[in-house]
């Protein structure tokens, strides 16, 4: 759970920062994550992350970092802070540290944060240009894994985010799930019943393809094609589709929310094992620079000639 992260756009009021990281674990167990297998923690507890994002500033051009489109995206979007932060244009550092601390071959991201990932083979491919260890290099040039269905829309038609304020939550209960489908964007030139429309430029239909079944994806395509189906009644569909894979959802949290401790556990344990990973790259980076540690006697002078 990416708490620094979340301060780079809510370092202003950081009241509900760690309930939130709480939020997203509850979330992630719900959604069938399972701590035997996944190495659950807060970002926060394991501190070689500032450590190792303090040494990529160091190497990290500036331009870079302006470059990046969810940089220049979410300051269009988010207006109501103020991001002329260096924290929140590190933001992708910190990712990079985040990822190379544990020397990931594969990063699974949504489409909008590949080119973060391009970002992390940079600072990768940089530092193991200056600096290498026993002649050989640190960190991996790790990939984007993406699943079929890369992008998620919100209820705006714009990526689904939290600061965008057009999520349905996995908590959400179902009368909330069904209001936030009535009101979701539709293709703009079905304006009315009669019309026909274009699935393909309609994100309720990027919400089918993730959630629904090839009959009910079948039905959408020709029936919206053919203006056989209503708006109304596409989204009914989509409602269903995402109240079937929440039901079961939201009943595997109440178990976590039920008992804290449980997941706090999860936590601590997941720290503990993340810690001694991120430690040993930590000696490997510091090492490389020639910053290690360890005591190191000075080169004997030299005796004169
Ligand atoms: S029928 Fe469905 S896919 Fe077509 S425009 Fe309406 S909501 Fe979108």
Not at 67 to 79: A, L, S
Not at 134 to 153: A, D, W
Not at 166 to 195: G, S
Request: aromatic share 8%; hydrophobic share 35%.
């Amino acid at each position: 759970m990416a708490d620094w992260h979340a301060l780079t756009t809510d370092y202003a009021d950081t009241s509900r920062v760690k309930e939130n990281s709480i939020d997203v674990l509850l979330d992630w167990l719900a959604a069938g994550l399972d701590p035997e297998r996944c190495t659950m923690f807060i970002q926060s507890h394991v501190p070689q992350h500032a450590e190792l994002h303090l040494l990529f500033s160091m190497i990290t051009p500036l331009g870079w970092l302006e470059r990046v489109p969810t940089y220049k995206e979410q300051r269009e979007n988010i207006t109501e802070k103020d991001l002329s932060t260096y924290g929140f244009l590190g933001y992708p550092v910190l990712q990079a540290a985040d990822i190379l601390i544990y020397k990931g071959d594969f990063v699974p991201v949504g489409e909008d944060q590949v080119p973060h990932v391009e970002l992390t083979r940079e600072i990768a491919r940089r530092f193991n240009g200056f600096y290498k260890r026993n002649g050989g290099e640190v960190f991996p040039e790790p990939q984007p894994l993406l699943t079929p269905t890369p992008k998620l829309p919100g209820t705006d038609g714009r990526k689904m985010s939290k600061s965008y304020g057009n999520t349905i939550m996995l908590t959400d209960p179902e009368p909330v799930v069904r209001q936030k489908l009535k009101t979701m964007v539709t293709d703009p030139a079905r304006v009315r019943r009669t019309d026909r429309g274009n699935p393909d430029v309609c994100p309720v239909r990027d919400l089918h393809q993730i959630f629904s079944d090839r009959s009910t994806m079948a039905k959408v395509n020709e029936g919206c094609r053919s203006a056989g189906i209503g708006c109304i009644e596409c989204k009914g569909w989509a409602a269903d589709a995402l109240v079937n894979i929440l039901n079961p959802m939201q009943e595997r949290r109440k178990k976590y929310e039920d008992n804290p401790r449980l997941a706090w556990d999860i936590l601590e344990a997941g720290s503990t094992k993340a810690s001694k990973v991120a430690g040993a790259t930590m000696n490997e980076v510091r090492d490389a620079m020639g910053i290690a540690l360890e005591y190191e006697a000075p080169n004997a002078p030299q005796a004169a000639k």
